[in-house]
């Protein structure tokens, strides 16, 4: 399994990779980690002519937080992101998804940007974001801009980012009150069969705020409103779950494939996020 | 595309090789370097049995072109130990029955190797987690992780006694 040949860059600051990928136009790519682009190198379902190596871009790396403001940048590491200790303060649920994101040694290389950037359905990362409301932010010849995760994906391996924009760095408010990030696999190192991310806050024994994004059930992640709307005002009792879960149902589209038919999607849905909303109660 | 210099250190000793920047690390390592530790199993960056040590990282050398690694220090099995004096993890899998066809233990051990730099006293979960990115075909896991733990001891025993 050889990848089809292709010339290598490895410029020194991000202003130096977006000119490269503007004078290189579509034969160029940035390689962040390299954990979801060379394997598809190798199977020749990506072709890429100039391959820009973003690892000497120090500027994309590293996390901070100022108040609840929480940055991290594009080239931090999965492993970065867990060994964090101001992040598991800040926003325990990266914690709690970064774990369960493929095996040690991917963790070591993949990195947030490359898992938010890559618009496959598979990826943990950007359900996440959506629920979290994080902010992403592009560079490209005329300078930054700022894209919602709740607006980012538009198909598989689609997105609002364009070609010659790099995706520079997420930020986010910490969130308050409970959170899960509840995932089904087959094994350590497997993509979701479903998974779900839940925030919620409580107010009087009530719930006064939810946040729901669904996993791999579509080919983009879903961020649904009525499941969460089903949330608010309740005691979060099993009643109002199953509404929740019924009002998820209708916002996911799973396609059949290994991971198995379309039913069995639907019902492992169901579970994670009943489990995800059982334990995000139990943490507001 | 023509080839170009790499260079980075394995197992201390300097290297310069030409590649064409396609060429994947594990294929320069054992075919222009003859370092033949790291094995390739899978080849879709699963099994772990490629692991190699890059800069204090654990790297599964098939997801990897040799010229990301430019200017790194790559350490292999080869490297940990040597014949006449194993490192306590090479002991311990020879001890505790670690292995039984020998294909995944390179990979295992260089994975190991760093999870007791990280955490040089791990639970038996802990070990688990931290080597769920190595398959093996043979053992069943439970004498993979027997060894490590007892190289955990070992380690920690020698540094006590040097205290
Ligand atoms: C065995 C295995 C298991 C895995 N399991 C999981 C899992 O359970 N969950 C999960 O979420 N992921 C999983 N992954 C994928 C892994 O997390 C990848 O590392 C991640 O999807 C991509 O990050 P990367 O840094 O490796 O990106 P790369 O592979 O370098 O890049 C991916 C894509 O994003 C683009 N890109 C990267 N960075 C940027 C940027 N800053 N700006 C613009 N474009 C960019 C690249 O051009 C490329 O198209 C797994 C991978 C493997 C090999
Ligand atoms: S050969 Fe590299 S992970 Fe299997
Ligand atoms: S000992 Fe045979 S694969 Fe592990």
Known sequence: ?284 | MSKQHIKFTVNGEEKDVLAEPRELLIHTLREQLNVTGPHIGCETSHCGACTVDIDGKSVKACTLFAIQANGTEITTVEGIGSPDDLHPLQKAFREHHGLQCGYCTPGMITRAYRLLQENPSPTEEEVRFGMAGNLCRCTGYQNIVKSILAAADEMNGVKEAAE
Request: glycine share 8%; proline share 4%.
């Open chain 1, 1 to 284: 399994m050889i990848p089809g040949a292709f010339e290598y860059h490895r410029p020194s600051d991000t202003a130096s990779a977006v000119s490269l990928l503007q004078s290189h136009g579509d034969e160029a790519r940035v390689i962040a980690g390299g954990h979801s682009l060379i394997p598809m190198m190798k199977l020749r379902m990506a072709a890429v002519e100039h391959l820009i190596d973003l690892q000497d871009c120090q500027d994309m790396k590293g996390i901070s937080v100022d108040g609840d403001a929480v940055t991290i940048g594009a080239m931090t590491t999965q492993h970065d992101l867990i060994e964090s200790k101001i992040l598991a303060d800040a926003a325990p649920i990266l914690h709690e998804a970064a774990l369960q994101i493929a095996d040690p040694q991917v963790r070591y290389m993949g990195t947030v940007g490359g898992n938010v950037a890559n618009g496959d359905p598979g990826n943990d990362m950007p359900g996440l974001m959506q629920c979290i409301g994080a902010v992403f932010t592009v560079l490209g010849p005329n300078g930054d801009r700022e894209i919602a995760a709740r607006d980012f994906y538009e198909a598989a391996y689609t997105t609002a980012r364009e070609d010659d924009e790099i995706l520079t760095q997420i930020r986010f408010t910490a969130p308050k009150g409970g959170y899960a990030y509840e995932k089904q696999k087959r094994k350590i190192g497997d993509y979701a069969t479903a998974a779900a991310a839940v925030l919620l806050t409580k107010e009087g024994g009530t719930v006064a705020s939810a946040s729901i994004a669904m996993t791999n059930l579509s080919d983009i992640p879903v961020w649904s409103e009525a499941a969460a709307q089903a949330l608010v005002g309740g005691a979060c009792d099993a009643d109002s779950v199953k509404a929740a879960v019924a009002a998820m149902l209708e916002d996911i589209d799973p396609s059949e494939d290994n991971r198995g038919p379309v039913e069995f999607k639907r019902h492992v849905a169901g579970i994670v996020l009943t489990r995800a909303i059982e334990r995000a109660w139990s943490r507001a």
